[in-house]
């Protein structure tokens, strides 16, 4: 079972930020949140991961709210190449669990920006 | 750096014709491995992880099986393949105790 829910699908404009949300309201103390994308017939992209604080990087900005329930991914500048499916995943493996760096993904949501 | 290599990019197999595909993985030692499936239309799912030679995990009952004869080599096989063995099969790994796994381009099985 997935531990996340994301919305099915998103539409974004070239140009502008897409914010993707996740609910995670069963998260624990020591799991981080990861962001992956795949890219149609080709290997999920590792994005981003947080445990609590804010979290930016070349490719998104990751925003955790306080209570740790919900984050929200943001691809600041849409291009029509960040047209995906991005999956948001809990997981324990950076703090020592014994999740082995397993990924259990979800049906994600599949981003779709035009022009 | 680091880079992972999967073979073949896509496949066509009878059904009860025997499988294997390879993974390798290249400028990094000791890393966990994994292999994923993606039926059409799906997400992904885990089918076997590996933390070390010799060692393997299997996540679901299946008709595949797997194995790490080296460090860096994952191999994905079946004696028989069945039309339910479909899909894209995807290699991975990570540094032991993260999250933050690389994927392989994935080889795309179809059993007919």
């Known amino acids: 079972d997935a531990k996340t829910t994301q919305p099915p699908s998103m539409d974004c404009a070239e140009g502008r930020a897409a914010n993707l949300p996740c609910n995670h309201s069963?998260?624990?103390?020591?799991?981080?949140v990861y962001w992956y994308r795949q890219i149609h017939s080709q290997g999920p992209q590792y994005i981003i991961h947080?445990?609590?604080n804010n979290e930016t990087n070349e490719m998104a900005s990751l925003i955790i709210t306080e209570d740790r329930k919900s984050s929200t991914l943001i691809l600041p500048h849409a291009t029509l190449r960040d047209t995906a499916v991005y999956y948001c995943i809990v997981s324990d493996a950076n703090a020592g669990g014994t999740s082995y760096g397993k990924l259990t993904f979800g049906q994600g949501t599949i981003l779709t920006v035009h022009p | 750096s680091q880079t992972i290599h999967q073979w073949p990019a896509t496949l066509v197999q009878p059904v009860g014709s025997p499988l294997s595909l390879e993974c390798t993985v290249e400028?990094?030692?000791?890393?966990?491995l994994y292999w994923y499936r993606q039926a059409a239309g799906r997400g992904l799912q885990l089918l076997f992880y590996?933390?070390?030679?010799?060692?393997i995990s299997s996540e679901v009952p299946q008709n595949l099986s797997a194995s790490r004869p080296q460090d860096r080599q994952f191999i994905l096989s079946s004696k028989k393949l069945l039309l339910s063995d479909s899909g894209f099969y995807l290699c991975a790994w990570s540094v032991q105790g993260w999250t933050e796994a690389f994927f392989g381009q994935g080889t795309r099985l179809t059993v007919v």
């Open positions: 400028g990094t030692s000791n890393p966990n």
């Open positions: 947080g445990l609590k």
């Open positions: 069963t998260i624990s103390g020591n799991e981080y």
């Open positions: 590996s933390v070390g030679i010799g060692q």
